[in-house]
C-alpha cells in the first residue's frame, strides 16, 4: 500500500489531520499536509482510507496494491 | 470550444439570490434549482442584468479549481458582486488570482494554520465560558448578539490586536457591508467609510510600534519584495474582518435552528458530545452560512453544456452544492456521522477560506458549550430575525432564546 498527498491539490484544509492524526502532518508555511515520515501505512491503513474519503480536494492518493 | 460550435442552450432560470423568498424559504428555492427537469448544475437568470449561478456540485467543483477561466479579480469597469458592490477595492487576498495571491496569503498563514488555531483554543474556551456566564442565570438571552456573534468578533480583533471591547462597534459595520450592499447600499458605504477611518487610526497607532499580532505582520512582511501600502493593509484587514466576523455567527445560528427543530438530533448531540468536532462537519454541509461567492469568466467558452461569454458573472452556490444528491444521498437529512461529506462550505481550491481551522474551533466550542451548558434551550421563533438579504450570507441577526438557568463556572 502506498500513499501521498498530492501537493498540486491539497490546498489546506487539515482534514486529514483530524481523522488520521499519526498518518498525517501539516507543513505550515506551504500551506499543506503530507503524509508523516517512517509511518507503517498498513497499520495505518483505516484511518488513511477515512482521510482520503474525506478531502474535499480529493488531494489523498492511496494505491492499495503498490508496495512501500 | 466556441459556442458556435456546439448548439448549446441556455438553461434560463428565474433566480434572484437577494430575493426574500430565497432567505424565507431557502430550500424551496433550492430545490427548485437542483430538482427541476431536466436537471443542470447550472443556470442563466436575467436578474440584476444576468448572472449565472452554479449549484450542481461537479460543475462548482471544476470552477473553483479552475480561476483561469473562473476569475476573483475585479475592476471599476467590471466591479465585484451582483449587482456591482458599492465599494470598490478589491480584498486581500480573495480579490487576487494566481501566484501573487498565494504570495499574500502567505503572510497571513503564520496565523491561520491548524497549529495557530489549535493554540487559540484556551483563550477561545475562556471566551466562549464568560460570555456564557454573563447570561447562564437568567434563563433567556438572545444568542445570537451575546454568544455567537460576539465570539467570533472578539476572537478576531484580538488576533489583530485592536481593542476587542470595541467588537459590537465593528460589527455593525461589517454587517452592513455584507448585508446591505444590494438593499441598502447608502448603509454599506456608511459602513466601508467606518472601517476604512478606524484601520488608518489602527495603522497609524501600530507604526508606532510593531507587536506580535497579525496586523503587525501586515505591516512588517515584504510580499515580492514589497511592503504593503496603507491601502493594501486595510485591504487585507477588511478581508480578515469580513471573513472571520460574520459566517462563523451565521453556520451556528443557523445550526442551533435545525437543533431546535429536531429533539432526537439534540438528544444525540448531548449523548455524543464528545464527537462534535467532527459532527460539525455536517452542520457546516447542511447549515453553512455562504449563499454565494462571485467570478466573472474570463473567455468565451462551453462549460458543463453551457454557454458562457467573456465578462459573464457567476454566483457560486457553496450552500447547494453542498445539497447535490448525486454527492449526497439523502441531502436533506442531518446525519452527524455522514461519511463522503466532501462539503464545500470553506470554498474549494486556492482561496480556500483562510480562517476555515479557527472557523471550526469557534464553531465546535460554541456547539459542546451550548450543549453542555444550556441543552434544553428553546428558540422563542416569532421573535427570530433573520438578516433581510440572504445572497451573500443566510444568517441570524437576534436569536432570542430560553433555558433552565444554570450556574456561573466562573466567579463574577
Known amino acids: 500500500m502506498r500513499v501521498f498527498v498530492d501537493p498540486e491539490r491539497c490546498r489546506g484544509h487539515a482534514l486529514c489531520l483530524s481523522y488520521a492524526p499519526d498518518a498525517f502532518e501539516f507543513i505550515d508555511l506551504e500551506d499543506r499536509s503530507s503524509v508523516r515520515a517512517g509511518i507503517d501505512v498498513v497499520a495505518l491503513q483505516d484511518q488513511i482510507l477515512e482521510a482520503a474519503r474525506e478531502c474535499p480536494e480529493r488531494a489523498i492518493v492511496v494505491d492499495l496494491e503498490q508496495g512501500e | 470550444m466556441s459556442t458556435s460550435e456546439k448548439n448549446v442552450q441556455k438553461n434560463i432560470i428565474d433566480f434572484d439570490h437577494h430575493s426574500p423568498e430565497l432567505r424565507d424559504h431557502n430550500t424551496e428555492v433550492l430545490h427548485k434549482l437542483i430538482y427541476t427537469e431536466p436537471r443542470c448544475p447550472m443556470g442563466w437568470s436575467e436578474a440584476h442584468g444576468g448572472f449565472w449561478a452554479i449549484w450542481g456540485y461537479d460543475a462548482l467543483f471544476d470552477a473553483v479549481q479552475n480561476t483561469a477561466l473562473f476569475r476573483s479579480v475585479h475592476s471599476e469597469e467590471l466591479p465585484k458582486g451582483v449587482p456591482g458592490a458599492p465599494y470598490k477595492d478589491p480584498l486581500i487576498p480573495i480579490d487576487i488570482d494566481g501566484p501573487i495571491q498565494q504570495e499574500f496569503r502567505k503572510l497571513s498563514l503564520g496565523w491561520f494554520n491548524p497549529g495557530t488555531a489549535k493554540a487559540m483554543e484556551p483563550r477561545i474556551n475562556e471566551i466562549c465560558t464568560e460570555l456564557i456566564d454573563a447570561f447562564i442565570e437568567r434563563g433567556e438571552c438572545d444568542i445570537s448578539q451575546e454568544l455567537f456573534t460576539a465570539l467570533p468578533a472578539r476572537v478576531t480583533l484580538e488576533m489583530l490586536d485592536w481593542e476587542s471591547d470595541r467588537w ?245
Not at chain 2, 225 to 251: K, S
Not at chain 2, 300 to 308: G, I
Request: hydrophobic share 40%; net charge negative; aromatic share 8%.
Open chain 2, 168 to 412: 459590537a462597534e465593528w460589527i455593525e459595520w461589517v454587517h452592513a457591508i455584507i448585508h446591505d450592499s444590494v438593499l441598502h447600499p447608502d448603509k454599506a458605504v456608511e459602513g466601508a467609510n467606518n472601517m476604512y477611518t478606524n484601520i488608518a487610526v489602527e495603522t497609524a497607532k501600530r507604526r508606532e510600534k510593531l507587536g506580535d499580532d497579525l496586523f503587525s505582520d501586515m505591516m512588517r512582511t515584504k510580499v515580492n519584495g514589497e511592503y504593503l501600502t496603507d491601502e493594501q493593509i486595510r485591504n487585507y484587514a477588511m478581508l480578515v474582518m469580513l471573513g472571520g466576523m460574520d459566517t462563523t455567527a451565521g453556520v451556528t445560528g443557523n445550526t442551533l435552528l435545525e437543533i431546535d427543530k429536531d429533539p432526537a438530533l439534540r438528544q444525540q448531540l448531548i449523548d455524543e458530545i464528545d464527537f462534535i468536532p467532527k459532527a460539525i462537519e455536517e452542520f457546516l454541509r447542511f447549515a453553512g452560512p455562504q449563499g454565494g461567492l462571485y467570478r466573472r469568466v474570463a473567455e468565451d467558452t462551453v462549460f458543463h453544456d453551457q454557454p458562457m461569454n467573456k465578462d459573464d458573472r457567476v454566483l457560486m452556490m457553496y450552500w447547494a452544492a453542498n445539497r447535490d444528491p448525486n454527492m449526497f444521498p439523502d441531502p436533506e437529512k442531518i446525519d452527524i456521522h455522514r461519511t463522503n461529506n466532501r462539503h464545500m462550505t470553506f470554498g474549494l481550491g486556492p482561496h480556500r477560506c483562510l480562517g476555515s481551522h479557527h472557523a471550526r474551533l469557534m464553531f465546535s466550542t460554541m456547539l459542546r458549550e451550548i450543549m453542555t451548558r444550556l441543552p434544553d434551550f428553546k428558540v422563542q421563533w416569532d421573535k427570530l430575525e433573520r438578516f433581510e438579504d440572504c445572497g451573500s450570507v443566510y444568517a441570524v441577526r437576534h436569536m432570542p432564546v430560553t433555558f433552565t438557568p444554570g450556574k456561573r463556572s466562573t466567579a463574577s
